[in-house]
């Protein structure tokens, strides 16, 4: 007869208890990562706040665009806050309020001075009127008529000179500081009068018409009101301010490092064909969304301008 065969495998027996209690282990476990997973909140709305210069209106329709772009490229939603003025734009950033922050020249050296924790971002672009190509800052000019006989700053002590107004960087604060800190002299002294004419263009025309012997402007006025079907060549530019930094975007401390990264990046990638989720073109000049891109400096490109931007007498 054959020999019986023995079952390779011993045999083992079911443990009831012991299976009961596995089952009960793995049913409270996945109880506790479904509850894990449903307490997970959603993530904190990263908070962008801006220099406040149109109505808030106006000014939450500019931006809206952008900051659904960064929402959908980040999975992070974003609510825009508008400060009153500079100051509350500044108490705010002190207050940790704000995570994106858009500052112009003077509030981003004045935020370094005053140590509050922000980190450069990046630096807005525009596309001036009569320009092709976006930049990233602007020139100051001191200007005379070319068949003047004025060929420095100083040959204009005593004479006329025309501003734009007061809140102009290029137009007066700009220009105020190179003679407070090259001549130890300021407007009401250094000529003979002053005048604030409201814009560029009319500062080339009084100078051009010769209601004043000097004027100060900026680059792309210069150009656009020295063309033939303007003004023509007839100036001499007799001084140049240093580069005047655009806009710096910058992150408040509750922005990790890899997040800075993250939108840096993404700012960088945008210009004027870029569209959010829902088709809508990013930036809107329409809307009064003021710049076109934007580029990477460092906050040096801010530092070298700081001793006139920041200038008082």
């Known amino acids: 007869m054959?020999?019986?065969?023995?079952?390779?495998?011993?045999?083992?027996?079911?443990?009831?208890?012991?299976?009961?209690?596995?089952?009960?282990?793995?049913t409270m476990f996945?109880?506790?990562?479904?509850?894990?997973?449903?307490?997970?909140?959603?993530?904190?709305?990263?908070?962008f706040g801006v220099n406040p210069w149109g109505s808030e209106k106006e000014m939450r329709a500019m931006f809206k665009p952008l900051m659904a772009y960064l929402e959908q490229r980040l999975g992070v939603p974003?609510?825009?806050?508008?400060?009153?003025?500079?100051?509350?734009?500044l108490a705010r950033v002190a207050a940790g309020e704000l995570d994106l922050i858009s500052f112009n020249s003077v509030t981003f050296l004045q935020a370094r001075r005053k140590g509050l924790p922000v980190e450069y971002i990046a630096t807005m672009e525009r596309l001036y009127e009569?320009?092709?190509?976006?930049?990233?800052?602007?020139?100051?000019?001191?200007?005379?008529?070319?068949?003047?006989?004025?060929?420095?700053?100083?040959?204009?002590?005593?004479?006329?000179f025309a501003f734009v107004d007061e809140s102009?960087?290029?137009?007066?604060?700009?220009?105020r500081a190179i003679l407070g800190i090259r001549y130890n002299s300021s407007p009401g002294k250094f000529f003979?009068?002053?005048?604030?004419?409201?814009?560029?263009?009319?500062?080339?025309?009084?100078?051009?018409?010769?209601?004043?012997?000097?004027?100060?402007?900026?680059?792309?006025?210069?150009?656009l009101n020295t063309a033939k079907d303007r003004f023509g060549d007839n100036f001499r530019i007799i001084e140049k301010t240093p580069p005047i930094p655009n806009d710096a975007w910058a992150a408040g401390p509750a922005v990790t490092p890899a997040m800075r990264k993250q939108i840096r990046n993404i700012l960088l990638s945008i210009d004027s064909k870029t569209q959010t989720a829902t088709g809508d073109r990013?930036?809107?000049?329409?809307?009064?969304?003021?710049?076109?891109?934007?580029?990477?400096?460092?906050?040096?490109?801010?530092?070298?301008?700081?001793s006139l931007l920041l200038y008082e007498e």
């Open 192 to 223: 003979k009068k002053f005048f604030f004419v409201g814009d560029h263009d009319e500062v080339m025309s009084a100078v051009y018409h010769k209601c004043v012997d000097g004027g100060a402007t900026w680059d792309n006025s210069y150009t």
């Open 30 to 47: 996945c109880f506790g990562f479904a509850a894990s997973v449903r307490a997970q909140p959603a993530p904190r709305a990263l908070r």
């Open 130 to 160: 009569g320009e092709t190509e976006p930049r990233d800052a602007y020139t100051g000019y001191f200007i005379v008529r070319k068949d003047s006989p004025y060929r420095s700053l100083k040959d204009l002590r005593g004479k006329t």
């Open 282 to 306: 990013v930036l809107q000049p329409e809307l009064g969304f003021p710049g076109s891109g934007w580029s990477l400096r460092s906050p040096q490109f801010y530092e070298d301008a700081a």
């Open 78 to 89: 974003f609510e825009i806050v508008i400060p009153t003025n500079y100051d509350d734009l």
């Open 168 to 175: 102009s960087a290029s137009g007066y604060k700009m220009p």
């Open 2 to 26: 054959p020999a019986t065969m023995r079952p390779c495998f011993p045999k083992h027996r079911l443990h009831l208890p012991r299976v009961l209690t596995a089952l009960a282990a793995l």
